[in-house]
């Protein structure tokens, strides 16, 4: 069975998932006007939030990084590591393939 502290990792990674989509949800439904509450939608967006959240906790935890001089992720950092996930998967993919963006535009939309 799990130790306790992976344990703890992976409740907080979900819970900081979970709460950025949360958040983004929160504002997607406060950016447009009538746009309809679908609980099957959120729920699932909740849930992909909450596993980006704990495959990052998961990741750093693995990969042994360290944080503010603490040798080991703690669940307070893994909330927040699980809370940033998103935008920290998609900076590694950046800085991996080299691209300031995800998203290329095509050469003629460019201004020049």
Known sequence: MFESIY?????????????RGL???TKHQYSYKNV????????GM????GIIGVLTA????ELGLTFL?????TPALAFVVG??????????YKTIIKKPSLYSFPEDLIKK
Request: no cysteine; glycine share 18%; aromatic share 18%.
């Open 7 to 19: 344990l703890s990792i992976l409740i907080a990674g979900f819970g900081g998932g979970a709460v």
């Open 23 to 25: 958040v983004g949800f």
């Open 36 to 43: 309809p509450f679908k609980l099957p939608y959120f729920l």
């Open 46 to 49: 909740m849930f992909i939030s």
């Open 58 to 61: 998961i990741a750093i935890k």
């Open 69 to 73: 001089g603490s040798p080991q992720l």
């Open 83 to 92: 809370y940033a996930g998103g935008d920290f998967l998609e900076n590694v």
